[in-house]
T-cell receptor, first 114, second 110 residues
Framework: DSGVTQTPKHLITATGQRVTLRCSPR?????VYWYQQSLDQGLQFLIQ???????AKGNILERFSAQQFPDLHSELNLSSLELGDSALYFC???FGGGNTGELFFGEGSRLTVL | ELKVEQNPLFLSMQEGKNYTIYCNYS?????LYWYRQDPGKSLESLFVLLSNGAVKQEGRLMASLDTKARLSTLHITAAVHDLSATYFCAVGDSNYQLIWGAGTKLIIKP
């Protein structure tokens, strides 16, 4: 158990809909990272927050947004969903804002768009 | 821009054999990480390599880092079926972000 909690574990929805994925980082970690992993694909970095502020942005679509709240949990919002958004979405956390240490990953949220 | 290349991307091997996965990167870095992922599961940190010449071992896995050659290796000794997984390397760039390799899918046959 990495200490990173993600909900929901599974989500099935229809095209055009909007979903919210939630992540609670390890106790004491200030950074949260979001990654997307499509079937048999590598990891695509989406976005990082550090202590409530956006720190780095990767290949995140405009239809997607995220935020980190004062209690350090984070939410990833996916809207106008398309079939191609079906993927495993991982949250990871680390203590620092720049990654000089390892990331700890949650179990992921599997999104299926029908 | 830092680029990370893993090879091979797919490896099928017999139990009991030895093999090496390579992780090459394009610009200077002294931080490299290896992760393991079982199918449909989370990523588990295996090794953190933070200096040139670093070598770490855990069971049948050994990782090393040569920052001059910009190369890390993950060596598997006397492979067993339980090591079947996808292995990712990730390299820290100058902006303190991780750049990920594409992953090596390892299948070990009994």
């Amino acid at each position: 158990d990495s200490g990173v909690t993600q909900t929901p574990k599974h989500l099935i929805t229809a095209t055009g809909q909007r979903v919210t994925l939630r992540c609670s980082p390890r106790s004491g970690d200030l950074s949260v990272y979001w990654y997307q992993q499509s079937l048999d694909q590598g990891l695509q970095f989406l976005i990082q927050y550090y202590n409530g502020e956006e720190r780095a942005k990767g290949n995140i679509l405009e239809r997607f947004s995220a935020q980190q709240f004062p209690d350090l949990h984070s939410e990833l919002n996916l809207s106008s969903l398309e079939l191609g958004d079906s993927a495993l979405y991982f949250c990871a956390s680390s203590f620092g804002g720049g990654n000089t240490g390892e990331l700890f990953f949650g179990e992921g949220s599997r999104l299926t768009v029908l | 821009e830092l680029k990370v290349e893993q090879n091979p991307l797919f490896l099928s091997m017999q139990e009991g054999k030895n093999y090496t996965i390579y992780c090459n990167y394009s610009t200077t870095s002294d931080r490299l990480y290896w992760y393991r992922q079982d199918p449909g599961k989370s990523l588990e940190s295996l090794f953190v390599l933070l200096s040139n010449g670093a070598v770490k071992q855990e069971g049948r896995l050994m990782a090393s880092l040569d920052t001059k050659a910009r190369l890390s290796t993950l060596h598997i000794t006397a492979a067993v079926h339980d090591l079947s997984a996808t292995y990712f390397c990730a390299v820290g760039d100058s902006n303190y972000q991780l750049i990920w390799g594409a992953g090596t899918k390892l299948i070990i046959k009994p």
